[in-house]
């Protein structure tokens, strides 16, 4: 039997997990994993916000209500935050709740409604940060809150910095049955090092998995934050999310603004429209700005006429004046997506302001080769590409022509999940119409004349009659951090192992999991060693991983060859103590997808001018004697000669015709 507060006693059997957490009690009870018994927690410290259940959620107004509400609010009454937390540990659930609890959103009406790509819906992770007004009631006055649900997952980076250099505070949110993981410590090392005031959350409180003593005592040696600011919720059931927002305003700081200052602004993330152009959405530092003011960018210099201003509620809804400390759109009337520069500066035409400090430029690890399989599809699937790219600005996008696959381009990503979901919206887009290789990474290449140069094409890697040229060959390393239980320390050495990884620290932490640090290549964090570090470890790890620069490395390019010619987009760079298990496990495959011809087809993997593996496909061969019956031998040997110069002959002046398809085929199952 466990006991309740108030002498009610139920069995442990029969005892609901939200039934745990009354709100008439000041009480926190949880049941600990760790010992067999239940353990007190004073916490007076969320349940004592007064909720405004009269005035919450915001009724439905008409635009001109909700207008005329918005522009009321005083400055030191906005909040802008952002949710920090590891993937998949509820950041776009809570913001669902958070949004029904203003009145943005009725409750059940969508699930996930910050995930707008159809790729975040279908893996359940977010990929693009966006942003969400909110109007809340608190002790007599309004609020305009500002919500950025931003991603997790360390290839999206460059997403994260951007939503927090245009809020005051984080929400640090942290599975209570996973804990603290690699990505939790990698994104508050980014909001602490912004300046960004921390609010620790527990979600997922009601799994029968969770531990919350555990992970309330990671928080505070890990992340240094008082347990007792901890808020403990259920996105997924709305269990205490609504003392969210009371310690938002009551912890996260008003914006520091001039409203009668000039206007200033900061881009901070754009898109197309391809009904109103480009859509700028900014960070107002100073001023305001209303519709039909001209703009200016500090970077380019162009100006630009205000179509529209407003804020996302959660899509585009338009106010009368932009003020300085919110978090909203502006249409210019801007139709070349390349001129919106993510970091810029806009001001009021004939207002010069001085430029706010940008964001770090987004450096490419990443790349694929993408060609269109109709090319006379390039210019029209060129304008498409150059739009999405618009929406990734941290995609960088160049032409190449491929020998086999003509015309394209070569797209830069920040890692192999980001990769990932940009080739899988390109395939939802565009399907079998588009050819996309393996990724590959950036190479290094010193010449003897001390000249440097960045491979990011397999095909431009130094080749055997180059090699007295160069001095020496470097590839990429990642410094990865994991963490995952003790007891899989020794799968996890053989995988990183046998992955070249070279080992940096290991730690033991006191929750019984393990943190790792290693140097890995990049070239083997690409081919889905995060996949095959779940795997190991049952999917407990987690990863976070960061630069770590070039070093040298006995690196080669692997072709392959039909009847030796080279097909330069099947070309790799890799190592040379992978390429004979490689070259033979390519040919296999790259077979299985040519067709038989009337002379037999050589498929070879080179390295260093050096066969390394090789599959033939025997011709297809015509019984020529079929027609003789009581002939003589001669007969008979002068037909089978005849047949062999002829067969020698056309494999001499043949052409192995190697449709789009096998080239799918093959770079499918890479």
Request: with cysteine; charged share 25%.
């Given at each position: ?14 005892f609901p997990a939200v039934s745990l957490y009354t709100s008439w009690s000041s009480v926190f009870r949880t049941y600990s994993s760790n010992h067999d018994e239940y353990v007190d927690h004073e916490y007076n410290y969320y349940l004592k916000y007064p909720i405004d259940t009269k005035n919450n959620p915001t009724p ?25 937390a590891h993937i998949d540990h509820g950041k776009s659930t809570i913001s669902d709740r958070l949004l029904e609890l203003t009145g943005v959103l009725q409750p059940g009406s969508n699930k996930q409604v910050l995930d707008k790509l159809d790729v975040e819906r279908e893996r359940g992770i977010t990929v693009k940060a ?319 004349d001390g000249t440097e140069k960045i491979v990011t094409n397999p095909d431009d890697f130094p080749g055997i009659n180059d090699k007295n040229k160069v001095a020496a060959l470097y590839e990429p390393f990642v410094e990865i951090t994991m963490t995952f239980p003790n007891e899989y320390l020794g799968t996890v050495m ?177």
């Amino acid at each position: 039997m466990y006991r309740l507060t108030k002498g009610l006693y139920r069995s442990k059997a029969s005892f609901p997990a939200v039934s745990l957490y009354t709100s008439w009690s000041s009480v926190f009870r949880t049941y600990s994993s760790n010992h067999d018994e239940y353990v007190d927690h004073e916490y007076n410290y969320y349940l004592k916000y007064p909720i405004d259940t009269k005035n919450n959620p915001t009724p439905t107004l008409n635009p001109s209500q909700l207008n005329d509400r918005i522009s009321k609010i005083p400055m030191e009454n906005y909040r802008s935050f952002v949710i920090a937390a590891h993937i998949d540990h509820g950041k776009s659930t809570i913001s669902d709740r958070l949004l029904e609890l203003t009145g943005v959103l009725q409750p059940g009406s969508n699930k996930q409604v910050l995930d707008k790509l159809d790729v975040e819906r279908e893996r359940g992770i977010t990929v693009k940060a966006q942003t969400c007004s909110m109007v809340y009631h608190y002790e007599g006055e309004d609020y305009l809150l500002n919500l950025v649900d931003s991603p997790g997952h360390v290839d999206f980076r460059l997403e994260v910095s951007r939503s927090y250099a245009a809020c005051g505070g984080a929400l640090l949110l942290v599975d209570a049955s996973e804990g603290c993981k690699a990505q939790t410590v990698a994104n508050y090392q980014m909001a602490k090092s912004m300046g960004l005031e921390l609010l620790p959350v527990i979600n997922k409180i009601d799994l029968d998995t969770a531990n919350i003593e555990r992970t309330e005592d990671q928080i505070e040696e890990t992340f240094d934050l008082p347990r007792e600011n901890v808020i403990h919720v259920s996105a997924k059931s709305g269990l205490n999310v609504q003392y969210v927002l009371p310690a938002v305003i009551e912890h996260i700081p008003a914006p520091q603004g001039n409203k009668t200052a000039p206007f200033k602004a900061l881009l901070v993330d754009s898109w197309y429209d391809s009904y109103i152009g480009v859509v700028l959405l900014v960070s107002v530092v100073d001023g305001t700005l209303k519709k039909g003011q001209k703009i200016q960018s500090c970077s380019t210099l162009r100006k630009y006429d205000v179509k529209e201003v407003g804020v996302m509620y959660p899509d585009r809804f338009a106010i009368d004046v932009l003020s300085a400390g919110q978090v909203g759109y502006i249409v210019p009337g801007m139709k070349n997506s390349a001129e919106a520069l993510v970091g810029d500066t806009f001001h009021v035409s004939g207002k010069p302001v001085e430029a706010l400090p940008g964001f770090e430029e987004p450096k490419s690890m990443v790349f694929v080769g993408a060609f269109p399989a109709d090319g006379g599809e390039f210019k029209r699937m060129e304008e498409s590409l150059e739009h999405l790219v618009t929406n990734d600005r941290s995609v960088t996008l160049q032409r190449e022509t491929s020998n086999a696959l003509g015309q394209g381009w070569r797209l830069g990503f920040l890692g192999s999940l980001h990769a990932s979901v940009f080739k899988e919206r390109l395939e939802n887009e565009y399907g079998a119409k588009l050819i996309i290789t393996s990724p590959t990474v950036p190479y290094k290449v010193v010449y003897r004349d001390g000249t440097e140069k960045i491979v990011t094409n397999p095909d431009d890697f130094p080749g055997i009659n180059d090699k007295n040229k160069v001095a020496a060959l470097y590839e990429p390393f990642v410094e990865i951090t994991m963490t995952f239980p003790n007891e899989y320390l020794g799968t996890v050495m053989k995988l990183c192992e046998a992955n070249r990884a070279m080992q940096l620290d290991i730690q033991y932490l006191n929750n019984g999991q393990v943190l790792a640090m290693y140097d890995l290549p990049l070239a083997h964090l690409v081919d889905d060693f995060f996949g095959k570090l779940k795997s190991a470890t049952k999917g407990y790890a987690s990863l976070d991983y960061e630069d770590s620069g070039y070093q040298p490395s006995d690196i080669v390019k692997l072709e392959l060859l039909v009847n030796g010619n080279g097909i330069d987009a099947l070309a790799t760079v890799m190592h040379k103590s992978q390429v004979e298990r490689n070259g033979q496990e390519f040919v296999k495959r790259f077979k299985e997808f040519l067709k038989i011809q009337q002379f037999d087809v050589i498929i070879q993997a080179r390295a260093n001018s050096k066969i390394v593996a090789r599959e033939t496909i025997k011709a297809r061969r015509k019984d020529v004697l079929a027609k003789l019956h009581a002939s003589d031998v001669s007969r008979r040997k002068k037909l089978l000669v005849r047949q062999k110069e002829g067969k020698k002959q056309l494999k001499s002046i043949g052409n192995i015709q190697i449709n789009n398809d096998a080239y799918q085929s093959f770079l499918r199952r890479s």
